[in-house]
């Protein structure tokens, strides 16, 4: 008799709460609060006063299914009557469907890496030329006779030899069925879709040429946070659509570290590659979708990833890349069947990763080198940072390459930041604290904001800095902050915009323990930059030109970043803000196949250097968690705004 | 109501009778027969008296359910105990598993093909060498350090660079995937399959050297009738064994013609295909299972088949090989997945097909044409003849080929012949009428006899000649045959052996009906040599080798083979007799990828001459419906026969 224990066995009144956009389902009894039931699916969803209902941040929307709420105290009435509710306020009384805002697909409108392609076509000339791996072609083919009646794909070899450079023809299967038909239904006037192979082209398409349709490829950066891609048409090179999500992984852990340990219990690995494969293909579906293209009309992808995410993305044991000596599997990826991963395209689509380096440089590196003139300039130095949740950099010219890696931290993508977000829309991007005390911002889609990401944090941090609003260690001036310095559940804190006036309802605030995360996460990544140029024996003039890579937003405001200490103080001109730089390069990857022979010598060439074996490290480290730094000489710039005051 | 209608619907009491070795099923009513059941499932078995029960033709084995049995007077009691039964005389009372004899796998015991091979070495030196598209190699992994930490794929192709010409490496995605856990399983110390492609060397397979697994191939004749196919190791080009079968097609009709009609209907050419397939799959599992390799040892397959049943192999629409001009959908086969057609190998397994010529000369004819000695022969001209259910003719050398077909028909493959069957267990593979009347013979495995496969007809057909049992039109001359002449269902008939001595128990007799199926057989094939080599102007006497290919069996006696005029009376040494050609060249393709040059060259090299067109056509054909001939000087040495007599 199983009455009256506590549920271990499946009842038939249980009740299934479906979470959107993951295909989890879940079990639950009658009673249990949405936040019990997310936790239970080891789904994330922030939470700061512990399910109390103040708080205000388990927010979810429920899609379908009715429910009994506790207290709405901290849910503004628009968000109630939009559907949204407070988890830990919401007990289930049927069975449900809700989504987690948090994973609500990132609205993104423009990204500066097609607008850094627009700005630099002429330097970038050398790898902004359409010659991709996958090609259309328009054939007209002279009818058979009874002496001439050699089989279709040979009658088509022979006019695609008049047309194209001749090379050995393969075709694939599902192209050869419908070829016969193909032929005779456009009396000879036919599309084909060719992938150029080295040596090999091989049909992988064919349709009557009187029917109109796009070939399509995709450039995507899967990032350990957030997944952004474009949809491109390859027969022009256009950016047809571009959209962007949390990558579904988090549910394994934040950074890269904590996602190879989660993959190492069974099915784990599989999952976390579901969730990879989930988030890409439904920025696929909503890309297409916008750009009124069908699924089949994507005929290449291209992927760049850090090493643990290319790993992931393939399906790949990722353990060895963190246990001595740190070997990948793969280095250069082999060019893949999309279908082998999952990832619905055409059917004979193919995806290409940019190379790997080592377990701590990925193809984000490779592929954003590629979006810079690096490789192209003689024996000018430029240095390449990207800061994501792992920092990386490249220093070098033609002739040799130098890359370290540091922990920097997700801070400057919205990650672990109290208000943080990406840079999509709603977030803050720029902030301006004015002398009276007052605060502009600029929203991203100009609504109310929703959160501040990586150019708005760094703006603010600057700004507080300058204004005196903090010291040289992040904290608080006392209570000079004119009524904006308050008491938050995670300590003393800064309102940027009251409840009353943001998306969500709750008061945008930075916190002590953010700013010291931030300053973290800038304290890394100088001390890369410091110990990478020493270590090649370069002082900071002799680099020509910084271009930098990451997740900020649209616009990073380098006087900013120079004075929290994050950048290096040279002269103005030499910065280049990059934007997604290794969707950049995955979008130059797509275009041409020159770029893919020029990313696998990038990667071949790179040196890799351990910094934490390095001596002085922590040294650097320990000076670098200052505003801007301990010795101050090194900012001169931001030494004199401070003279001058 | 629907009660009282003759059952329109299916009913709850409906039986289920399955056929195997087909994945069909038939749902009837109680009481129906056997052989109603069988007509029904549309599949073809053999009755001479239209079901009463008399000839015995019918017989099927019932595997599994009872029946109710009316008459089995024309069963052998042996057979009815091994549960066999006659289809017109079996009433079905409940749900029965039955197998259709016509469709056991044929029990082969060895092929003249591997006996040619070994006999022929030395000239075929050329074709005759280890050098498979698909390699094993070992290798031994230096254990990777922190200072040279590269990615397993990388460290691979550095040792195979030592071992192996350098080529671009590519690998398989599954293989990618058990990489790192081979390596470290094995202390570095794997094996790797290779697929070698022209530039690029693919990794398809990776295990740890310490275990032991076989790397084989299939090579695979695919005939209109039968399907015949060997394993073999490619490790050491042995043939491990070997397995064939009815072509389960014959479904859908004897000859191709048949089948391209068979496939207009929606979902047929589906159907021929898994038909196919499924014979294929069936003789590839018996074959690793007497080798004792798994379907995973098995890395690469090379077919050669007509250009229907290559066609048809691949799904593709074969309507336009016989709509004028006759245009096939490809004359050269891309390499692809065996996985794509379904083939149960190893899932990385790649295939080949040997190349067509046109509409009417397939792979069976090229794969044939590398199994002889023409391509390696300068001046001299040999003459090929391939007598499948289709007859195919190449004449020509180093320079030149030139083809033709003729629709010989399946006579001597045994089909539409009454006591006919094609060479494999049981099959009488030579006759001798003795002086005083008695029949000597050699049954294929030594045991009773089930019927006489091609060369045992083209003896028996040459013997009655001989001896004077028929005249030269074929007809049975009155009452000479001592006993032997009787009254069939088909007409006038010649007991070879009687009931009592045969497997199934019934007569084995050749009527005047399959003599002159035999002599439009032979007839045809003797006039499309003469009008090919009337139509590039050699005599007979310029041919210096006579290669012979087909499914006649083991040994064709080439002697009884003039004397019926289905061969030239030629000087006997000119005379090869290949058995199986194209299996045999099939075999050679799997062995080396020279020999997918040299194929791909021979199809190209070939012209192709329509002999209905010829204008001489009828008049050769219709002297050619003799025995041996009308015009007896194309056969010296025939007429001295008669003459001595």
Known sequence: MNHGQPGLKENADDLTIRFLPFSISLKVKPGTTLLEAVRGAQLPLKTTCGGKGTCGDCIVKILRGASKKKSSAALPDQLASQGYALACQTEITESLTIELPEFEELAVKDFAASRFIEENKDNLSGVYELDAMVKSVELLLPSPTLEDNSGDLKRIKRELHKKLVPKNLECAYSVLKKLACSIRESKGRI??????????????????????????????????????????????????????????????????????????????LEELQDLVVLT????????????????????FASFAGNTTMTHLFLNLEPRFIREEPYVPTINDVPIGFSRELGLKMNKEAKFFCAPLVGSYVGGDITAGILSTPMLRMSEKISLFIDIGTNGELVAGNKEWLITCACSAGPAFEGG??????????????????????????????????????????????????????????????????????????????????????????????????????????????????????????????????????????????????????????????????????????????????????????????????????????????????????????????????????
């Not at 070939?215 to 571009?242: F, W």
């Not at 890409?280 to 005929?299: E, P, W």
């Open 191 to 268: 599309k084909l879709v060719l992938f150029e192979g080295g040596e090999t082209r091989t049909i992988v398409d064919v349709w009557p040429a009187q029917k109109k349709r796009m070939v399509c490829g995709i450039a995507c950066d899967v990032g350990t946070s957030t997944v952004v891609l474009h949809l491109v048409d390859l027969e022009n090179g256009k950016i047809l659509s571009t959209a962007s999500s949390y990558n579904h992984q988090i549910k394994g852990g934040e950074d890269v570290i904590s996602r190879i340990n989660y993959a190492q219990k069974p099915g784990r």
């Open 416 to 645: 672990g930041i109290k208000s943080g977000m990406p840079a999509s829309e709603g977030a803050i991007e720029k902030v301006r604290i004015k002398e009276d005390g007052t605060i502009d911002y600029r929203v991203i889609g100009d609504g109310k904001p929703r959160g501040l990401c990586g150019s708005g944090l760094v703006d603010l941090l600057a700004e507080l800095f300058v204004h005196g609003q903090i010291d040289r260690y992040g904290k608080f001036k006392g209570k000079k902050a004119s009524g904006r310095l308050l008491e938050t559940e995670q300590g003393l804190g800064f309102l940027v915009e009251k409840g009353d006036q943001t998306f969500w309802g709750k008061d945008l605030v930075i916190t002590e323990r953010d700013i010291s995360k931030l300053i973290r996460t800038k304290g890394a990544v100088f001390s890369a930059i410091s110990l990478l140029l020493k270590n090649v024996g370069l002082s900071y003039d002799q680099i020509d030109g910084l271009y930098i890579g990451g997740g900020f937003g649209q616009n990073l405001d380098v006087e900013n970043a120079v004075r929290i200490g994050l950048l290096p103080d040279l002269r103005r001109d030499k910065y280049h803000y990059l934007g997604n730089s290794s969707l950049l390069g995955a979008y130059l990857i797509l275009l041409s196949r020159k770029n893919m022979d020029l990313v696998a010598e990038i990667a071949e060439k790179m040196t890799y250097i351990e910094l934490n074996a390095e001596p002085g490290y922590m040294n650097e480290y320990t000076g670098s968690l200052f505003l801007p730094h301990t010795d101050i000489d090194l900012f001169p710039s931001v030494k004199q705004v401070f003279h001058k005051k």
């Open 280 to 299: 890409v293909n439904n920025l696929i579906r909503k890309a297409a979708r916008s750009a009124h293209a069908a699924l089949s009309d994507i005929y």
